[in-house]
């Protein structure tokens, strides 16, 4: 699928009588990657669960794959991998690795949700994918948070979606993971898949990002990263925002505040 | 040959037992605490039916009334209280209230001493006092609770895990949710009609209480909540017989004392 993936215009959400999300416009063209950074309270995870037509906005029109997540929701919500924020993960359900990936694809399918081979075969890849497929059988609670992160991604991944909304994937894994799973993101681009990836902070992301939305309630810079990433442009937004150089790179650090 | 009517209690508490797969799945849900607040809307359900029955003799058992209930209750609590724990807690005890309230007033008011016995053994109940039809109810409420249970054992499970991602991937969270609720509320009045209100903690909690210290299991604790429950209500009519106790009290002892055995198993392996 070539063309606008989502189509995001004069939007507006309020939650408990607040406005989140104001008047934003946007437009993501497929393939490609974008990352979308904002202080804590900017609207982030509002903006993907508006997207997955889980959250109304009260003015605006939203098209996500070309169809109206507010009436075709469960359709949009069956062709796009998501994965939250990791602390709304209940611990106490004691379902193993294997479970948790398969939940990815057996939730697509129709009531009775049966196992196939095929269902195991794609689970098993999206967690070899991030080195995971020796934990099938491990209990998903006693796993360490970064890899228990793996495993959520991998459950996103099973289905093989046009469409990827990732929650602060980044959070919690070492450097090794990070590596891997920007690789990963790289070959899911190449593989003509669009993914919009929420994070607090640009590194490592913006290395192999086509666009940054940079969200404060309001849509305050939406580009390629050469046009956004100016101190003159980032400054009012992240007040403590400074540029370190490391290992050779330019790293911006957004630095965080509360919006 | 057993009496008919230990035969009846017997198949009445396999029944009952049937009921505890749901509540493993509430376990998980982090919302078992709440069946025993269920359980207590079967008094005003009891109270509601047998008033029905005595205005129309044709409705033979208020059971079914005990269930409706049970379930808007727990279509209730779950639909109003689903904005936060306090006002969860807030709705819990409101339906407590309410159904308390209906329960002291027909009861009172517009009961003739011969029915008053009827809703009182909603209180603490006799297994061995079931009927043939007593047992009917039971095997129907139970195994429609059980098919639902087994029908939809992914969609709560994944619910139970992360309902963020569940609805994200295309589930109708909130209808399964009330479906949870609703098929567990079929459960409690099962095993309030079994043991009676005062009593139903035990055999609500305690099982799935037991299983969750066995196993991490779902599956298994699914499995050894069944087969706890089942020993609990074998242990209590046996007990009932030998003692000539009401078979609610002896179960709820059975129940408590497999429960405080397993919990020391796991303390002295620990």
Redesign the interface.
């Known amino acids: 699928m070539s063309g606008n993936i989502i189509y995001v215009k004069d939007v507006s959400v309020k939650l408990k009588d607040q406005i989140v999300l104001d008047s934003i416009g946007f437009e993501v063209e497929s393939p490609s990657l974008i990352v979308v950074v904002g202080p804590n309270g900017a609207g982030k995870t509002t903006l993907l669960k508006t997207l997955l037509g889980i959250i109304k906005p009260f003015r605006g029109d939203v098209r996500v794959l070309g169809l109206n997540p507010f009436k075709d929701g469960v359709k949009v919500r069956r062709l796009v991998g998501y994965v939250p924020q990791k602390d709304r993960v209940s611990h106490e359900t004691p379902l193993k690795v294997g479970d948790v990936v398969l939940m990815g694809i057996l939730l697509r399918k129709k009531l009775l949700r049966f196992i196939s081979e095929e269902d195991i075969e794609a689970a098993m890849k999206a967690l070899a994918y991030l080195d995971m497929e020796d934990k099938w059988d491990s209990l998903f609670s006693e796993l360490s948070g970064g890899q228990q992160r793996k495993v959520l991604i991998a459950r996103a991944l099973a289905s093989d979606p046009m469409l990827l909304l990732l929650d602060e994937v980044f959070a919690g894994l070492d450097l090794e993971s990070q590596r891997k799973l920007l690789s990963l993101l790289e070959m899911l681009k190449n593989k003509k898949r669009t993914i919009i990836v929420v994070e607090h902070e640009l590194d490592p992301i913006i290395n192999i990002a086509d666009k940054i939305l940079v969200l404060n309630r309001s849509i305050c810079l939406y580009g390629e990263p050469h046009d956004v990433l100016s101190e003159d442009k980032l400054k009012p937004i992240y007040p403590c925002l400074r540029t370190i150089e490391k290992e050779g790179r330019r790293i911006v650090i957004l630095g965080d505040m509360h919006a | 040959m057993l009496d008919p009517f230990v035969l009846r209690a017997i198949l009445g508490i396999l029944f009952a037992s049937l009921s505890t797969p749901i509540l493993v799945i509430m376990l ?1 849900r ?1 919302s078992l605490y709440i069946t025993p607040e269920i359980s207590h809307a079967a008094l005003g359900g009891a109270a509601l039916g047998v008033l029905i029955q005595t205005c129309f003799p044709a409705l033979s058992d208020p059971f079914p009334t005990v269930i409706l209930f049970c379930v808007a209750t727990a279509i209730f609590v779950s639909y109003t209280g689903r904005g936060s724990q306090q006002s969860l807690g807030t709705m819990i005890s409101v339906s407590l209230a309410i159904s308390v309230t209906l329960y002291a007033v027909i009861r009172s008011c517009c009961l003739p001493a011969d029915k008053r016995v009827l809703v009182d053994g909603y209180l603490i109940s006799d297994l061995l006092l079931l009927s043939d039809a007593g047992v009917l109810n039971l095997a129907i409420a139970s195994i429609t609770a059980t098919v639902i249970t087994l ?1 939809f054992y ?1 969609e709560f ?2 619910i ?13 969270v909130r209808m399964y949710d009330l479906l949870l609720f609703s098929t567990s509320a079929v459960a409690v009045a099962v095993i309030t009609r079994a043991v009676g209100v005062l009593l139903s903690v035990t055999l609500l909690i305690l099982p799935v209480a037991a299983s969750s210290i066995i196993t ?3 599956g298994m ?1 699914i499995i050894s909540s069944l087969i706890i429950a089942m020993l609990s209500g074998i242990m209590g009519i046996a007990l009932s017989l030998q003692f000539n106790m009401p078979t609610g009290g002896t179960i709820a002892i059975s129940s408590t004392i497999l429960f405080s055995l397993t919990y020391l198993t796991k303390l002295k392996k620990q």
């Open positions: 998980l982090g029908i992914r499970i994944y139970c895990f992360d309902m963020d991602a569940a609805e994200a991937f295309g589930l109708r991490r299991n779902v604790m």
